[in-house]
């Protein structure tokens, strides 16, 4: 058999690789779907450097919310109540501050400790008392929303007081290297480094174990794509004021919950309490307390997406919060999050918490009215869903090793296929009145169609190890 | 003479993605007789099922299915169903929270002149269904309530409801007791006369050797076989089987030399609050370093009970009595209390509370002690990568990799992980309930291999089971309980299958 040419070969693989990891990357290819067109709609100006700080300055909150939540969710647990105790714990932050005078950390300090509280409750009420969390944390919705009602006594508060202006619209630093800024230059530089060495690292570690893994040219292509993107994100934000404080929060909420969830004893705890209550509890993990961790974490990073919140429009109104939770619990399930429970990324939830904000400012920049807005995210959360459905159960290709297999079998192939085309038209053109007759044909074509199926079903999971020693 | 065949499955072959599951299998099943589908775990007996309940339906294999001389496709269990085809899964299909009478006729309601349901009707039938299988409950009884020998004789009630022909039970007796099986097999015998053709799906070669009138045994998705009812004897089933001759099951090991207590209960009690009854009652059990004890009994005995109470409690029943370890007395009020004492228990529903079944093999194993593959709370993923390779090898854990989900592997498999992730928190003494249900005959072997093992390494261990020859093949000293009472001890030497069944049925 004849070797396959190095530059095809690179080619399929590459494609077997994206096939075969589909759900892995299908929110991306979404989010690149998205902005392609945003951008072609807006004449490029959806991902210029100033719509696009905007963009992630947007998603802050949300993004903030939904890597909570996919804590929740992982758990089997929900949490709608999220939006009105945000919009509450920043209302009352900046009620106390503007009304009261009290100092910003003084109030931040009594909003967090309201938020541990609150927390607890609902985990012990859910964990313990065994109230379904939708009801706890639906009974939560209306509390809060009063809550905020009150806080605000139902009118705007507007701030003018410096650490929201900071937080909600103030950049990290504005020193500049000829156009750019150069904060932002040396983040994407350590951000680059830091992702090749890690790469290195783990392919040396696999190799080390002799752990089955992505050859190098794969792998290389990888980390190009990666780079691709940091830089993309790095000139983009470089261009214009570098990097907002909205940003650093969400990236560092994002990198510390990533790394909690993936790479501590108390992150592993939980995806295994999601995954199985009743053996993790046989574990010797204490799933009461696990539940209550999530509740309180949920709780904190509720009181910062509040009041990344109300620092953007530096007020407090008794109209935030509306929607927050849907957002976040969107976000978490285009991210990929199992509702059985035991599966999800805080990462993925990151971007699908951009891809709803993209499509909600893409819209509004392209023009269009904003009540069709709803319904577009609405068929978008649908189509993920269903995507990730239909992809749950999709097998590993190889289609260089098809290629191969294809080439090997060809005339048993043809041959099968024949005979299976040959016995249908038998079937077809028999006498209907001979039963018998017909029962025979019957057979013969099932026969004939099975090995036509394990035929094809060979090809279709050959793999490129099986040919080596052919080539 | 020969009989009419009620079906005939000719030429079957099935493939799943990357695996062949049924090749070329072909079997019959004559009017009126009790028809046993034997074969390890693996060997296509559900496929070959779900293809014949419609479950895979035309198109998702070749060859033909041939019931009462004609040939038929069914898409779907309505199908088979309205055909007279019945299948009875292990997992029975009732409404826990439904009356006995509402899951009988549940799918295919009595209906009134006006489309309502003939509840009146329904209670009648239900009755003289119930007669039919000889049970003896109350129509308006929750099934939640009834005990699974009871649930099972329901589905057959519902099954006769549907004008059942063929009845096919996977499995039925694998959660049942003795008394239980015993019943459920003469009432086969019984609705044979009633014109019912029943096909059994067991891994219980004694109950074919018993009631089969034919056996078909299955291999790697082959036909091996069909042995008729003179034909049938246990030694060449199994030889059928595994396609080897089993010199002995139960690997030998040397004669246990006593030595310290590690494990006692002393006047221990447990009390489920939910049930409103004592599931342990007065347990004195010692448990030597290096010894194997089994605990037998039938369903319900609290064998299962005992284990949970010594193993932290997690049902949270009200104790009191005392639990010594090493001689001290100590308070195990959680898993991770008995963990720390150095106790593991494997539990006998592997997927159901023993395993993580959307988690990698590696995560399984390491689950029970992360605190070793971990400095300050954050995780060594290199170690945990070494750690679980290493139990993969040694426990011969057949999978491409470490990072294989608990739900690809087979029953077998999953139940060397869970094993093996218990090995990983080195306890001293070993829990081990029902270690062997439900995997294969050279799984087992493999499992009891590992029992000879850690004991040579002094080792512990609690062997709980429903097989008789598996406790004792396998025991130093066995303990009987019945109703939760610790009803006798015998020492290996003294120990009978019928001395056994005599203190478990008390």
């Known amino acids: 058999m004849k070797k396959m040419n190095p530059v095809v070969r690179y080619f399929l693989k590459i494609i077997s690789n994206t096939r075969t990891n589909i759900r892995d990357y299908g929110m991306y290819i979404a989010l690149a779907v998205i902005f392609l067109v945003f951008s072609i709609l807006t004449n490029g100006?959806?991902?210029?450097?100033?719509?696009?700080?905007?963009?992630?300055?947007?998603?802050?909150?949300?993004?903030?919310?939904?890597?909570?939540?996919?804590?929740?969710?992982?758990?089997?647990?929900?949490?709608?109540?999220?939006?009105?105790?945000?919009?509450?714990?920043?209302?009352?932050?900046?009620?106390?501050?503007?009304?009261?005078?009290?100092?910003?950390?003084?109030?931040?300090?009594?909003?967090?400790?309201?938020?541990?509280?609150?927390?607890?409750?609902?985990?012990?009420?859910?964990?313990?008392?065994?109230?379904?969390?939708?009801?706890?944390?639906?009974?939560?919705?209306?509390?809060?929303?009063?809550?905020?009602?009150?806080?605000?006594?139902?009118?705007?508060?507007?701030?003018?007081?410096?650490?929201?202006?900071?937080?909600?619209?103030?950049?990290?630093s504005d020193m500049k290297v000829g156009n750019f800024n150069l904060l932002t230059l040396i983040v994407g530089a350590l951000a680059v480094i830091t992702i090749v060495t890690l790469s290195i690292?783990?392919?040396?570690?696999?190799?080390?174990?002799?752990?089955?893994?992505?050859?190098?040219?794969?792998?290389?292509?990888?980390?190009?794509?990666?780079?691709?993107?940091?830089?993309?994100?790095?000139?983009?934000?470089a261009v214009y004021k570098g990097i907002s404080y909205l940003v650093l929060i969400t990236i560092m909420v994002v990198a510390i919950y990533h790394f909690f969830t993936t790479k501590t004893v108390l992150g592993r705890r939980i995806y295994a309490v999601g995954g199985n209550p009743e053996a993790a509890e046989l574990s010797g993990i204490n799933v009461y307390r696990i539940i209550?961790?999530?509740?309180?974490?949920?709780?904190?990073?509720?009181?910062?997406?509040?009041?990344?919140?109300?620092?953007?429009?530096?007020?407090?109104?008794?109209?935030?919060?509306?929607?927050?939770?849907?957002?976040?619990?969107?976000?978490?399930?285009?991210?990929?999050t199992s509702a059985q429970g035991g599966v999800g990324k805080v990462i993925n939830a990151f971007v699908g918490a951009i891809v709803i904000m993209s499509i909600q400012n893409g819209m509004k920049l392209a023009g269009f009215p904003s009540n069709i807005e709803p319904i577009v995210l609405g068929g978008v959360l649908l189509l993920a869903v269903v995507f990730d459905i239909y992809t749950r159960n999709v097998r590993s290709i190889d289609l260089v090793g098809v290629s191969y297999a294809k080439q090997k079998y060809h005339d048993e192939f043809v041959e099968i296929k024949d005979k299976y085309i040959q016995a249908k038209q038998a079937l077809k053109l028999a006498d209907q009145t001979d039963n018998i007759k017909i029962l025979e044909l019957e057979f013969e074509l099932t026969k004939a169609q099975g090995e036509y199926n394990q035929l094809k079903d060979r090809i279709r999971t050959a793999k490129e190890e099986d040919f080596l020693n052919v080539i | 003479m020969a009989k009419n065949n009620i079906l005939e499955m000719r030429s079957i072959t099935k493939t799943f993605p990357g695996v062949v599951a049924l090749s070329d299998v072909t079997f019959h099943v004559e009017e009126g007789e009790i028809h046993f589908i034997v074969g390890e775990n693996g060997a296509g007996k559900s496929t070959l099922m779900k293809i014949l309940s419609g479950i895979h339906g035309p198109g998702t294999y070749s060859g033909d299915i041939v019931f009462e001389g004609e040939v038929v496709s069914f898409n779907g269990i309505k199908d088979s169903v309205n055909a007279g085809i019945v299948i009875i899964n292990q997992e029975l299909a009732l409404f826990p929270d439904l009356t006995v009478y509402e899951n009988v006729f549940v799918g295919h309601e009595i209906k009134t002149r006006y489309g309502l349901v003939d509840w009146k009707k329904t209670r009648e039938e239900t009755k003289r269904y119930l007669d039919l299988v000889g049970l003896k409950i109350d129509i308006d009884t929750h099934v939640g309530s009834l005990g699974v020998g009871q649930q099972q004789l329901v589905e057959i009630a519902k099954a006769l409801s549907q004008n059942v022909k063929l009845l096919i039970l996977d499995e039925p007796t694998a959660a049942l007791n003795e008394d239980d099986s015993a019943n459920l097999l003469q009432l086969l015998i019984n609705l044979k006369k009633e014109g019912v053709t029943s096909i059994m799906i067991s891994h219980k070669l004694k109950e074919a050797t018993e009631v089969a009138d034919s056996i078909t045994v299955l291999r790697d998705g082959k036909t091996i076989s069909r042995l008729e009812k003179n034909e049938i004897d246990e030694a060449i089933i199994i030889k059928h089987m595994v396609g080897r001759?089993?010199?002995?099951?139960?690997?030998?090991?040397?004669?246990?030399?006593?030595?310290?207590?590690?494990?006692?209960?002393?006047?221990?009690?447990?009390?489920?609050?939910n049930k409103n009854r004592y599931v342990v009652t007065n347990s004195n059990i010692r448990l030597h370093r290096g010894e194997v004890v089994g605990i037998s009994g039938l369903i319900g005995a609290g064998r299962t009970e005992l284990a949970h109470s010594i193993f932290g409690n997690p049902k949270n029943y009200k104790t009191s009595g005392g639990i010594f370890i090493n001689g001290k007395l100590v308070n195990l009020n959680t898993p991770q209390r008995a963990i720390d004492h150095g106790i593991a228990y494997v539990s006998e529903d592997r997927k159901g509370n023993g395993l993580i079944l959307s988690e990698t093999i590696g995560e399984n194993i390491t689950l029970s002690a992360l605190q070793k593959i971990s400095r300050y709370g954050i995780l060594n993923e290199m170690k945990q990568s070494s750690e679980a390779e290493k139990y993969v090898r040694n426990l011969n854990i057949r999978t491409p990799s470490i990072f294989q989900r608990i739900r690809n592997l087979s029953g077998g498999n999953q139940q060397k992980v869970q094993i093996g992730k218990w090995l990983f928190s080195e306890p001293s003494i070993l829990i081990l309930d029902e270690p062997t249900r439900g995997i294969d005959v050279g799984s087992k072997f493999e499992i009891y291999t590992i029992i000879n093992d850690l004991i040579a390494r002094g080792m512990s261990i609690l062997l709980i089971s429903s097989e008789l020859p598996e406790i004792l093949g396998m025991c130093d000293r066995i303990y009987v309980l019945a109703e939760g009472v610790q009803t006798a001890e015998f020492t290996m030497a003294e120990a009978t299958a019928e001395k056994i069944m005599e203190k478990a049925t008390i």
């Open chain 1, 45 to 172: 100006l959806f991902l210029g450097p100033i719509n696009f700080t905007n963009l992630l300055n947007q998603t802050g909150y949300v993004a903030v919310l939904a890597v909570g939540m996919t804590l929740v969710i992982v758990t089997r647990q929900i949490d709608l109540s999220v939006g009105f105790l945000g919009a509450f714990l920043g209302a009352y932050i900046v009620v106390e501050v503007e009304n009261l005078g009290t100092s910003v950390w003084y109030a931040i300090i009594v909003a967090i400790l309201i938020t541990v509280v609150i927390g607890f409750v609902k985990g012990i009420l859910i964990a313990r008392v065994n109230v379904p969390s939708f009801v706890v944390t639906l009974a939560g919705m209306f509390i809060f929303k009063g809550m905020l009602l009150l806080k605000t006594d139902s009118t705007t508060t507007p701030s003018s007081n410096n650490f929201f202006r900071t937080i909600g619209v103030g950049y990290l």
């Open chain 1, 201 to 237: 690292m783990k392919y040396r570690h696999n190799k080390k174990l002799e752990l089955k893994q992505t050859e190098l040219s794969m792998l290389i292509t990888q980390i190009v794509v990666v780079v691709f993107i940091i830089l993309f994100l790095t000139y983009n934000l």
């Open chain 1, 292 to 336: 209550i961790f999530v509740f309180v974490s949920m709780g904190v990073l509720t009181l910062i997406a509040g009041l990344m919140y109300v620092s953007m429009l530096r007020t407090a109104n008794p109209n935030y919060g509306i929607s927050w939770e849907l957002y976040a619990i969107a976000a978490t399930y285009i991210g990929g």
């Open chain 2, 245 to 273: 001759e089993i010199e002995d099951i139960f690997p030998k090991r040397p004669k246990y030399e006593p030595q310290d207590v590690v494990l006692e209960t002393i006047n221990f009690n447990a009390y489920d609050k």
